[in-house]
């Protein structure tokens, strides 16, 4: 009798509850939101959410900088949205709406889509010809994030290239003598990611300085005949007055 009742007590609360109490019910959650990321142009950026719950399926919707809203995309349908990035791409924004077998939604945090403003040499460096002891200049212009500068010269009838500390910036300067005319300098540029591109090396060399190396001397003819004066200088394009 006892049995009976207690078989007839387990039905009743099956027949309320709707169940056999066997299933476990997971509830919807995002345990990891996804993250903005900033990579190089043509380098993959990669975006994941993680999320509890019972047979997830996932909505991305993206929105470039220049669009008024999100689209959603139906290229990705699993918990990581990637892309290859590119100028086009850059500043893209995307988040997911993750759905569980019950129906029940959330919506992740939005995260940027960011490309790496790589280093790149706008203004190469050129070669300068000066006189002794005036002051050779040699710049160069760059963009990037976070620019440093390296130069490295090279004396003429030296076999290779030494790094300066004593310039750090874009421009390179040096006090002219006949030990430097000839001397080769160039430039490596590095930005904060890392990234690293060299300049064309240029030349330094010192003009001829115009220098009278036989002065004219007096002379003394016959009448009717040719006085001749002569004067004999160096430099460069030289004018006679």
Known sequence: MLKKMCSIFLAIIILI????????????????????TTVNSGSVADVTVSATGDNLSYDWYYKNAEDDGFSHTSTFTDNKYSVEMDDSRDGREVYCVVTDEHGNSAKTNTATLTMRKTVKITKQ?????VADGATAKVTVA???????????????????????????GATYTVDMSSSRSGRQVYCVITDKYGNSVKSKTVTLS????????????????????????TVAASGTGLTYK
């Open 206 to 229: 010192m003009s001829n300085t115009l220098k009278i190396t036989k002065q004219p001397v007096s002379v003394s003819v016959g009448s009717g005949a040719t006085a001749k004066v």
């Open 125 to 129: 460096p050129a070669s300068v010809s």
């Open 17 to 36: 509850t709707g169940s056999s109490m066997s299933y476990a019910y997971t509830a919807l959650k995002i345990t990891k939101q996804p993250v903005s």
């Open 142 to 168: 760059a963009s990037g994030t976070g620019l440093t500068y390296k130069w490295y010269f090279k004396n003429a009838g030296e076999s290779k290239f030494s790094l300066t500390k004593t310039f750090t």
